[in-house]
């Protein structure tokens, strides 16, 4: 195990190699084309009704990068052995699945799906909608949808909704009596961060701080430097955590990209929501940030959003560099410890999709022969607990769709 100090120069929070291996507007995990179908296992509604999850311990969604296209979106529910079973969703290819004990949160364009090992039951979503930024299982397994419209919630059996976001959210946590939401109103100087509560009692948001970014206009007038969101927010021992890459970044693309050689430091920010009180702490220094591609209608992979997006566990937040590393940050102390490395077949894939639960990461992955495996790692030991081959995926995944969410459910 090796510890990083802010001194340490390393790749940044984004797994490099992955990025660069993807095609121009992979958007995640495809496969070769097949004939349309709906896989080897499709089921239906009715099925998933009557016996749930039915043993499954992943689920991924897969979208079209076209919805004009014909190819309608998908749940797929993978067994132990990676037998993959096929449901047609009407579902937004930005939705987030949620999965945690026995228990998927997933939604359609106008409802809410929640599915266990008993059944399934669909809600109505009203009010506020827009594209899905999380979705999470609650500790009393009920769902909750964070959307760039607002959040919906669960709540003694039916869905509620509150008012609209003044902006879109950039990070959220989900703690049992509220949601929490950072938002931003710009990528220009002057940018504010504003901190969101709302409580999932009686559904009123409420600000609790707010603060401007450090985004300044360098003497060229091309040039932006100053902070970047690169995590979700965390909620621990009453604070809640983030992670934040200073760096210099180009004002000539939209969106604005970090450009790789520039170095830059990744610094945990905490902040006290009673008070609104912020500390930052430089945790370690990068030669390459988050890039975001300029192409029109191209897409960051989702497991590039999944890795740097964090996960906290056993009071660290576990991230992913470029090199495939996995970075523990440890709250108490501040200090960054390296706990193992991805595979050298994760590091090496066209195409991966990631998420974390409780102690493990879990990744799914494509070789170059179109090999589809789920990996799961242990985040105390950082090795790699077992990999399994998925089936069933042919006439579903191809290159005209993306594994757009993966969620572990067992």
Not at 371 to 396: F, K
Request: proline content about 5%; glycine content about 12%; charged content about 20%.
């Amino acid at each position: 195990m090796r510890v990083r100090g802010v001194g340490a120069v390393v790749t940044g929070l984004v797994v490099a190699t992955v990025l660069s291996a993807c095609a121009p507007v992979a958007g995640g995990l495809s496969v070769a084309d097949g004939p349309p179908g709906v896989g080897a296992n499709p089921i239906t509604w009715q099925d998933v009704q009557r016996d749930g999850l039915g043993g499954a311990r992943l689920a991924l969604l897969v979208s079209p990068y076209d919805a004009k296209a014909g190819h309608p979106a998908r749940l797929g529910l993978v067994d132990e052995d990676g037998t993959t079973r096929f449901l047609d969703l009407d579902a937004d290819p930005e939705a987030e699945l949620g999965g945690r004990r026995g228990i998927l949160c997933a939604q359609t364009a106008d409802a809410a799906l929640r599915i266990d090992g008993r059944g399934a039951e669909r809600h109505a979503l009203p009010g506020p909608g827009g594209y899905g930024h999380a979705t999470t299982v609650r500790a009393d397994g009920s769902c909750v949808r964070v959307m760039s419209g607002g959040v919906a919630w669960e709540q003694d059996g039916r869905g509620m909704t509150t008012g609209a976001w003044p902006a879109l959210p950039e990070a959220t946590a989900v703690s049992e009596d509220a949601v929490w939401v950072a938002t931003t109103d710009g990528d220009e100087p002057g940018t504010t961060v504003t901190l969101l509560r709302t409580d999932l009692t009686t559904g009123r948001t409420e600000t609790v701080s707010q603060w401007p970014t450090l985004l300044r206009r360098e003497p060229d007038g091309r040039r932006l430097s100053g902070d970047l969101l690169v995590s979700e927010l965390f909620r621990h021992d009453g604070r809640l955590h983030h992670l934040v890459e200073v760096s210099a970044r180009s004002g000539d693309d939209e969106p604005a990209t970090i450009r790789p050689g520039v170095k830059s430091e990744v610094h945990l920010v905490s902040i006290d929501p009673r008070t609104g009180r912020r500390e930052s702490t430089a945790l370690f220094v990068t030669r390459a940030g988050v890039e975001e591609p300029s192409e029109a209608g191209a897409h960051v992979p989702q497991g590039a959003h999944a890795l740097f997006a964090g996960h906290l566990h056993d009071g660290s937040i576990f991230a992913v560099d470029a090199d495939g590393e996995i970075l523990a940050i440890d709250l108490g102390s501040r200090s960054v410890r390296v706990t193992g490395r991805l595979s050298p077949r994760a590091r090496a894939a066209s195409d991966l999709v990631a998420t974390w639960a409780a102690g493990s990461l879990t990744v799914v992955v494509r070789g170059e022969s179109g090999r589809v495996t789920a990996q799961d790692y242990d985040l105390a030991t950082g090795r790699l607990r077992n990999s399994t081959t998925l089936s069933g995926l042919r006439g579903v995944l191809s290159t005209r769709t993306f594994v757009s969410s993966l969620a572990v459910v067992g």
